[in-house]
């Protein structure tokens, strides 16, 4: 084995490989992009490059099932943060509306540097707002730079507001241009065989925001590409009062006449739903994005956990940032799952390790993935984040340091590694000073540019 061991990754408090196994000082060998092996303490092989894990704990990289990045161009805008959805939307619109590429590349750039630090290897993301061409282009461009997995889910809005839609004109596209990019797009970029760094999705944003026809042909296009389906469903009663009003059906009825019940679908949130239409997603196979931290600032609460896996739902963690939540730590939207499961389902409800399975296993089902994305398995994609637990947030922390790398802390990883190659190490961007400082300059100025600021507040 030492001829094929690129990384090790050595004296862990425990590896958790999400395939079975809990390794308390354990071991990972990296080769290749992908997990060689893991093992226990005196079984190490040789390496090229050597990681200390000593008091951490070493887990699959999160992966991050919802998302919206460019938001981080608006976070805490203070006049819509005592709204909920709607109203919320109604008020950055029109913001969003100054989004240009250079702002969109780079609000991405900082985003998924964010992510890293909070332990997220993979991430998709929803940009539905297009008032310019080629954004997601430029996403792309940003995720190839820094380095981490990237799910690009090709958003869309085609209903404006002179058609009886919630989005202003400027923000919207006809259905014709939205399927022609999303071709593109998949033809261009997306690359379906395993350890893939980049797929596409198509995702118009939500029934409520969009037509029926662009709903049934997005279904159609995805079909004939293979890919997958995203977009928001029973995210709140505004949205069940629209589907009844338009048409006649509450949400999950009219996900499934337009063609989305099934395995290739993935939606977020889920929260307003009857006990049998948890009970459809989970014959259909369609998975749930649960982005509890989002939902509960927006003040619609939380899909209860428990309840959607009882009904044969499987279930993915998302942080649903930036203007929501205003954060991109998967670390925290996991903590605030836990507790969130908890309060609706009692102290039994779930433990960390149902989460971390939310956060990787699970997560990676959202995106389709079945190349071992998620988990420590050998041959799965290397991703891996090493979790300091030696900080004063973990004294007397001594009996289970899983259940303790939720419970306590705040806790960022030492070590985070995409593909095997490590974006954060000892706690910082691997990432140019430099180059960090030139992002966060440039985001600001584009982010004062479009809240209406001068540079100088």
Request: hydrophobic residues 40%; proline residues 5%; aromatic residues 6%.
């Given at each position: 084995?030492?001829?094929?061991?690129?990384?090790?990754?050595?004296?862990?408090?425990?590896?958790?490989?999400?395939?079975?196994?809990?390794?308390?000082?354990?071991?990972?060998?990296?080769?290749?992009?992908?997990?060689?092996?893991?093992?226990?303490?005196?079984?190490?092989?040789?390496?090229?490059?050597?990681?200390?894990?000593?008091?951490?704990?070493?887990?699959?990289?999160?992966?991050?099932?919802?998302h919206?990045?460019?938001?981080?161009?608006?976070?805490?805008?203070?006049?819509?943060?005592?709204?909920?959805?709607?109203?919320?939307?109604?008020?950055?619109?029109?913001?969003?509306?100054?989004?240009?590429?250079?702002?969109?590349?780079?609000?991405?750039?900082?985003?998924?540097?964010?992510?890293?630090?909070?332990?997220?290897?993979?991430?998709?993301?929803?940009l539905?707002?297009?008032?310019?061409?080629?954004?997601?282009?430029?996403?792309?461009?940003?995720?190839?730079?820094?380095?981490?997995?990237?799910?690009?889910?090709?958003?869309?809005?085609?209903?404006?507001?002179?058609?009886?839609?919630?989005?202003?004109?400027?923000?919207?596209?006809?259905?014709?241009?939205?399927?022609?990019?999303?071709?593109?797009?998949v033809?261009?970029?997306?690359?379906?065989a395993?350890?893939?760094?980049?797929?596409i999705?198509?995702?118009?944003?939500?029934?409520?925001?969009?037509?029926?026809?662009?709903?049934?042909?997005?279904?159609?296009?995805?079909?004939?590409?293979?890919?997958?389906?995203?977009?928001?469903?029973?995210?709140?009663?505004?949205?069940?009062?629209?589907?009844?009003?338009?048409?006649?059906?509450?949400?999950v009825?009219?996900?499934?006449?337009?063609?989305?019940?099934?395995?290739?679908?993935?939606?977020?949130?889920?929260?307003?739903?009857?006990?049998?239409?948890?009970?459809?997603?989970?014959?259909?196979?369609?998975?749930?994005?649960?982005?509890?931290?989002?939902?509960?600032?927006?003040?619609?609460?939380?899909?209860?956990?428990?309840?959607?896996?009882?009904?044969?739902?499987?279930?993915?963690?998302?942080?649903?940032?930036?203007?929501?939540?205003?954060?991109?730590?998967?670390?925290?939207?996991?903590?605030?799952a836990?507790?969130?499961?908890?309060?609706?389902?009692?102290?039994?409800?779930?433990?960390?390790?149902?989460?971390?399975?939310?956060?990787?296993?699970?997560?990676?089902?959202?995106?389709?993935?079945?190349?071992?994305?998620?988990?420590?398995?050998?041959?799965?994609?290397?991703?891996?984040?090493?979790?300091?637990?030696d900080?004063?947030?973990?004294?007397?922390?001594?009996?289970?340091?899983?259940e303790?790398?939720?419970?306590?802390?705040?806790?960022?990883?030492?070590?985070?590694?995409?593909?095997?190659?490590?974006?954060?190490?000892?706690?910082?961007?691997?990432?140019?000073?430099?180059?960090?400082?030139?992002?966060?300059?440039?985001?600001?100025?584009?982010?004062?540019?479009?809240?209406?600021?001068?540079?100088?507040?």
């Amino acid at each position: 084995m030492d001829h094929r061991t690129d990384t090790l990754i050595r004296d862990a408090e425990t590896v958790v490989t999400m395939a079975g196994d809990e390794i308390p000082g354990g071991w990972v060998a990296l080769s290749g992009g992908t997990v060689a092996a893991t093992g226990r303490a005196g079984e190490e092989p040789a390496a090229t490059r050597t990681l200390s894990a000593r008091g951490a704990l070493v887990t699959p990289g999160l992966i991050n099932t919802h998302h919206h990045i460019f938001q981080n161009l608006t976070r805490a805008y203070a006049p819509a943060t005592g709204y909920e959805l709607f109203d919320w939307l109604k008020a950055l619109y029109p913001l969003w509306a100054a989004v240009d590429e250079e702002a969109v590349e780079v609000s991405t750039w900082v985003g998924l540097a964010e992510l890293a630090l909070g332990g997220c290897t993979t991430t998709t993301d929803m940009l539905y707002a297009h008032p310019r061409p080629r954004l997601i282009d430029a996403q792309i461009r940003a995720a190839r730079d820094v380095g981490l997995r990237f799910h690009p889910a090709r958003g869309a809005l085609d209903l404006s507001e002179k058609d009886g839609g919630p989005a202003p004109e400027q923000l919207t596209e006809s259905v014709e241009e939205i399927l022609a990019d999303s071709e593109r797009l998949v033809h261009t970029y997306h690359d379906p065989a395993p350890g893939s760094m980049l797929r596409i999705a198509l995702a118009p944003s939500t029934q409520a925001a969009v037509t029926e026809r662009l709903m049934v042909e997005t279904a159609r296009l995805a079909e004939r590409l293979d890919v997958r389906l995203h977009t928001h469903l029973a995210e709140s009663l505004g949205e069940e009062e629209y589907c009844r009003e338009t048409f006649g059906r509450r949400p999950v009825e009219q996900f499934e006449h337009v063609g989305w019940g099934s395995d290739r679908a993935w939606v977020a949130h889920f929260i307003f739903t009857e006990p049998q239409e948890r009970e459809r997603l989970g014959r259909w196979g369609t998975v749930v994005a649960h982005c509890p931290g989002s939902t509960m600032m927006l003040g619609a609460g939380a899909a209860s956990l428990p309840a959607l896996r009882d009904a044969g739902v499987t279930v993915g963690l998302g942080c649903d940032g930036s203007a929501s939540t205003d954060h991109a730590s998967l670390w925290l939207e996991a903590r605030t799952a836990l507790t969130g499961a908890r309060e609706r389902g009692g102290a039994g409800a779930a433990t960390a390790r149902d989460i971390l399975r939310a956060a990787t296993v699970d997560a990676a089902a959202c995106l389709g993935r079945e190349d071992g994305l998620g988990s420590l398995a050998p041959g799965a994609p290397a991703d891996v984040v090493v979790w300091d637990l030696d900080e004063f947030a973990f004294a007397g922390a001594h009996t289970d340091p899983v259940e303790a790398w939720l419970r306590c802390g705040p806790v960022r990883p030492r070590h985070t590694l995409v593909q095997g190659h490590p974006l954060v190490e000892d706690g910082a961007l691997t990432l140019p000073h430099t180059r960090t400082h030139d992002m966060l300059t440039t985001h600001a100025h584009h982010a004062r540019r479009i809240q209406g600021l001068t540079e100088g507040t």
